[in-house]
């Protein structure tokens, strides 16, 4: 593992107004390998999400529409929501009893939506307080408080017990791009039940299958620490997981992050500061073919 700090998430924390291009230390928000001081482990990184004003910056820079923070919107919800039919069909769980945990759950949208379309029970964790009183407020709104719940906490501390879900779920769960990505995986293998499923995509990582040397060369043009798709695997595998799917999403990544692009250049053009290296690297890296983005799933033995 390279930097604790990925030139990714300083280019999200700079993109959003929370730090400055020299990175998080000079940006006075994150400490740690880069800032003289030792930061907890298990706190890494996540300065940025805690900002509360994080989640109005990102829904302003994001191309989807509404409360959906995630890369393919809706159409992803609505794949995911198939997918989970699915795994309880064959698990023969009835879908009312079935315990969802949406990781890293933003402004809950999903939960939501599947308490309204399905009566399905979902918590959502958020490390996030802007984002969980958001998600309250609007499953309150739409009379679903009592299935869509809302807990402020860490993907790296799941505060449930163990078997508490049948599946966990995370759509862009950014708490999987830090390097206390281990933490987590040990964690959703403790809190599903023997069989479930934990499913998750991620588009603004390299996919699967990219050769060493190629990462490295990325790494070292876009200054991104070397998390890529197959690390995802490894360290699920690592955790106890059987990993069944591990795609590459290229097409779905590439509209995205060309998205950001686009709208960064004319935010910059409009307001001032830098288009960042690493979004235009990464582009780079797609136009040229390298895959970029995983739809992961794996399940508890
Ligand atoms: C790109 S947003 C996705 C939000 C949501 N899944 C959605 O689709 O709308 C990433 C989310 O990860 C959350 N996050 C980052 N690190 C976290 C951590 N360690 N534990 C819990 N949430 C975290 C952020 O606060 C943010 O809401």
Redesign the pocket.
Known sequence: MGAAWSAAQAWAAQSLGLGSAAGPGAAGQVVGRHGGEEEDEEERG?AQ?KDPD??AR?RKDWPEDG????SGGWAMTKKLMEDVERWLEEKAIAAPDARLL?L????G??PIYYAKERGWDSVG????ET?IAAARAAASKANVQDKATFVV????KLPFQAEAFDVIY??????LS?PQRPACFRDCLRTLRSGGILAFHHHWIPGPGWDESTLKQYCAESGSDEVHADQYVQDLEAAGFRVEVAESISALASSHLHGQLERMKARVANEGGVVQPWLVKTCEYIDKGHAFGVRIVARKP
């Open positions: 996540l999400y994080f989640h990102l409360e959906q923070l995630h949406d890293c759950c933003g402004e949208s999903t964790i958020d490390i996030s984002a906490g860490s993907a790296f995370g759509q862009d769960p950014d708490a830090l």
